[in-house]
């Protein structure tokens, strides 16, 4: 069987071949001009300039635009599936998903077309009416999480706009809670994790035990505190008769692809139940297919189901919504006028919702999520036996993977993505992968043979 060479690269090579035939013409360049224009014309995605379309559109805009976000120089504007184009009209095979959050990929053509008929129906009428959507996508919601195996008393859903309103519904409910059990208050300290992130309002904030993020808004609001993940004996120390709620991601995306293992959920929420803490897996990231299964914990049995699931990202396929699952332990404590919203649960949101749950919980999808992660974990494997010193290990499930490198990964993202592959990173040297979930096997290998060629690069 004839070696398997990506048309990709047979291409480039045929044009290099071509350029080393070519009598150099004398230049009156300088030395390092011409050493940018020889490394640009060898890349078939170099990061635009500064004298291009994609340069004066962003300097015309970018002041205007508080700066939140340091931002490389592609500009995308279209999408179709597992790819996307830049001002430039340059095309980049994308294991980002707009960070987990485009399951189905780009343009999905049946969402589109549910967006437009909807558009045409009904877009908003406000929580002070009813809709037929935000109780469907409640219903759908609740039906497949039993379905799943995942939280097996699921009961009601909250419907918002956002993953981080979503882990504060459901810090909040966890406060309700505790003062119903407790009325004089004592019951109101709050667990979560180093290595977390749960959001960037305050509420989500306080729970993300990360400097980088809380520094800057300091202090943080009372009655949070922080364990280590995975960390089975400090369980009974740390959720206590005092604690009313817990939140914990069953795999870290931010914080590096860290799984928790089976042993440290079970004892968390048997930890929880003995003190009457309300559980909150947090799979805004991990879950809704993206393991395989349609929630990250679905494998775990009754006694280590969460309390409250929340979820966003996925959930809209990148129009905003976001939702708090909980059990009926939690809705009984909720009562008219707790909570609420003004976007959320709009029609508009919750048919694309439900559009796209019904997509991404279908089960062939979920086998090829995990026949398609055996790929991935294949060729890290071959990366990582033949990079030893760089790369360490793999971790994640479905895909949700991350690579764990010796060194910061910025290099490689850049000689990454200059060869049209985008990857990002997350945790402490780690790049991390959440690609759409309809990436074919085709796509998978070229884009690891363009991440094969980045890292090479960078070793030079």
Request: hydrophobic share 40%; glycine share 8%; proline share 6%.
């Amino acid at each position: 069987m004839a070696p398997r060479i990506p048309i990709r690269r047979l291409a480039f090579t045929r044009i290099r071949s071509l350029s080393s035939q070519a009598t150099p013409a004398a230049s009156n360049l300088s030395q390092h001009a011409q050493k940018s224009i020889s490394r640009d014309a060898s890349l078939p995605n170099p990061d635009p300039t500064e004298d291009s379309a994609s340069a004066a559109l962003v300097k015309e805009h970018s002041k205007y635009m508080l700066a939140t976000y340091a931002r490389p120089a592609p500009v995308f504007v279209k999408g179709e599936g597992s790819y996307l184009w830049d001002l430039e009209n340059r095309k980049y095979l994308d294991f980002t998903a707009g960070i987990a959050v485009n399951a189905l990929g780009h343009s999905d053509p049946g969402l589109a077309k549910v967006l437009t008929d909807q558009a045409q129906t009904l877009w908003h009428a406000s929580n002070l009416y009813y809709n037929p959507w935000t109780g469907a996508l409640s219903q759908l919601l609740v039906e497949k999480t039993l379905q799943s195996g995942a939280m097996h008393d699921a009961a009601t859903v909250f419907v918002c706009n956002s993953g981080t309103e979503a882990n504060e519904a459901a810090i909040k409910f966890a406060r309700k809670a505790g003062k119903v059990v407790d009325p004089t208050g004592t019951k109101h300290e709050f667990v979560s994790f180093h290595g977390s992130f749960h959001g960037r309002t305050m509420g989500s904030l306080s729970a993300t035990p990360n400097p980088k993020y809380q520094e800057p808004f300091a202090p943080m609001l009372p009655g949070f505190k922080y364990g280590t993940y995975n960390d089975v004996s400090a369980i009974d120390g740390l959720v206590t008769d005092k604690t009313c709620g817990v939140m914990i991601e069953p795999i870290q995306g931010e914080g590096g692809v860290n799984v928790a293992t089976d042993e440290f959920l079970l004892a968390l929420a048997k930890r929880c139940r003995e003190v009457g803490a309300v559980l909150i897996f947090d799979e805004i990231q991990c879950g809704l297919s993206r393991t395989g299964t349609l929630w990250a914990h679905s494998h775990l049995p009754k006694e280590a189901h969460p309390d409250v699931i929340t979820t966003a990202k996925a959930l809209g396929n990148g129009f905003p919504i976001g939702a708090t699952v909980v059990n009926g332990n939690v809705s009984d404590k909720i009562k008219i006028g707790d909570h609420g919203t003004t976007f959320g649960g709009n029609p508009m949101a919750c048919r694309l919702a439900h559009y796209v749950v019904s997509r991404l919980s279908d089960p062939k999808l979920q086998e090829d999520v995990l026949s398609r992660s055996k790929v991935f974990r294949e060729r890290f494997e071959q990366l990582r036996q033949k990079y030893p010193d760089l790369i360490t290990e793999v971790r994640g499930k479905g895909l949700i993977l991350g690579v764990q490198l010796t060194e910061d990964p910025a290099p490689i993202v850049k000689a990454a993505r200059e060869r049209g592959l985008l990857v990002i990173t997350c945790g402490t040297n780690t790049l991390r992968f959440v690609p759409p979930l309809t990436v074919s096997v085709e796509e998978i290998e070229s884009g690891l043979d363009i991440l094969e060629e980045a890292i090479a690069a960078t070793r030079k």
